[in-house]
């Protein structure tokens, strides 16, 4: 079992960065592959960017060159992190982080919603222009 808790959203104007984070507890072994997804209202979730344990990393087409994932494994926990630059208006989301038991080999067909199978609550992400 994997516990996820995010945190780092907030209100930001146009041009600005946030650094999202999740705190994931648990097995590791549960979540040898982390992923950001993003939902607005009526429409569905999307992925972001995935990190295995070993730091290798997947981005959507739409988040390559202003987000960065990374994740920072202990003993104990483990973070991953998504910084987001040059934040738009269309950035505004609902950001969830979600773990898999499976490393994410396979680029957009892991980063997939239904691939990943624990969630953290999200943290709400609002950019004005």
């Known amino acids: 079992q994997v516990q996820l808790v995010e945190s780092g959203g907030g209100s930001v104007q146009a041009g600005g960065s946030l650094r999202l984070s999740c705190v994931v507890s648990?097995?590791?072994?549960?979540?040898?592959?982390m992923g950001w997804f993003r939902q607005v209202p009526g429409k569905e979730r999307e992925g972001v960017a995935s990190?295995?344990?070993?730091?290798?990393?997947?981005?959507a087409e739409s988040a390559k060159g202003r987000f960065v994932i990374s994740r920072v494994n202990t003993n104990t926990k483990n973070t991953v992190y998504l910084q987001i630059n040059g934040l738009t208006p269309e950035d505004s989301a609902m950001y969830y982080c979600a773990a898999r038991l499976s490393r994410c080999v396979r680029g957009n067909v892991d980063l997939r919603s239904d691939e990943f199978a624990y969630w953290g609550q999200g943290t709400q992400v609002t950019v004005s222009s």
């Open positions: 990190i295995n344990y070993d730091d290798t990393t997947y981005y």
């Open positions: 648990g097995d590791p072994y549960d979540s040898r592959c």
